[in-house]
């Protein structure tokens, strides 16, 4: 149902937390660090929620007490957030918050709220998703080597993009070919340069895909009532596919 960033993400949280969880009716607010997601996915907008007592890889995973919810607000409107039946993860530690907004969420403002029955609730955390973007180019397709539009796995390929804001974080995945290379780029970046000859297929000389997954996101404002602080990371993604050749 949410983007699959929003799942690894969640996965690498909750795999790296080492600690027994802990129950928030023990804590106070200013003990509590809060990290927040926020994607666009083919049935809306996902966004999930999950707090520690800190932000480092020893600190304990925090589950809310029958006291404590999340709620995601999009202007009036509210959407309670449930604790996920995660498959995936570990054994003994607390799974995210999850809800699934309107479609219409992903050129809102997002805000979520930590509302407390006992103790200081958290209600101002805010972000709102990149603007829409496109791939330009190249397009999708087969291309051979005898192609003049060539993407022979001995040449370069330079994947564009737009629009992207000067301050949107930009990644570039490419997966396939038996090959996944993960690329970070400079803010606002609007091309991605790749040589094809870093894909290592099973069998050189037959054809294989490759995707090219561009993923802008951007951090909003987490409620400064998390003592321990925190940050609210939206994101979206585009793909493009090419056949290559060898």
């Not at 039946?85 to 992903?106: E, F, I, N």
């Not at 809102?108 to 958290?122: F, H, N, P, T």
Request: with cysteine; proline share 6%; aromatic share 6%.
């Amino acid at each position: 149902m949410f983007l699959d960033y929003l799942g690894r993400v969640a996965l690498t949280v909750l795999v790296v937390a080492g600690c027994t969880p802990v129950n928030s009716s023990r804590l106070e607010t200013s003990s509590l660090y809060a990290e927040f997601r926020a994607g666009l996915g083919a049935d809306g907008v996902g966004i999930t929620a999950e707090l520690q007592t800190g932000s480092g890889v020893s600190d304990a995973d925090v589950r809310l007490s029958a006291s404590d919810r999340f709620v995601a607000y999009v202007g009036e409107q509210s959407f309670p957030m449930k604790e996920d039946t995660c498959d995936r993860c570990v054994p003994g530690q607390v799974p995210p918050h999850v809800a699934l907004l309107p479609a219409s969420a992903a050129t809102a403002q997002i805000r979520i709220a930590l509302e407390r029955g006992d103790g200081v609730s958290a209600p101002q955390s805010f972000v709102r998703l990149p603007a829409s973007h496109d791939i330009v180019s190249p397009p999708a397709g087969m291309f051979s080597a005898a192609s003049p539009a060539s993407r022979a796995r001995t040449r370069n390929i330079t994947v564009t993009w737009a629009p992207t804001a000067a301050d949107d974080t930009v990644d570039v995945n490419v997966a396939g070919c038996e090959s996944n290379f993960a690329n970070h780029l400079a803010a606002g970046s609007t091309q991605f340069s790749f040589d094809l000859g870093r894909l290592t297929p099973a069998v050189a000389t037959e054809m294989c895909d490759v995707y090219f997954q561009v993923t802008l996101s951007r951090e909003g404002i987490v409620d400064p009532a998390y003592g321990k602080g925190g940050r609210f990371i939206a994101a979206r993604e585009r793909d493009a596919v090419v056949t290559t050749g060898p």
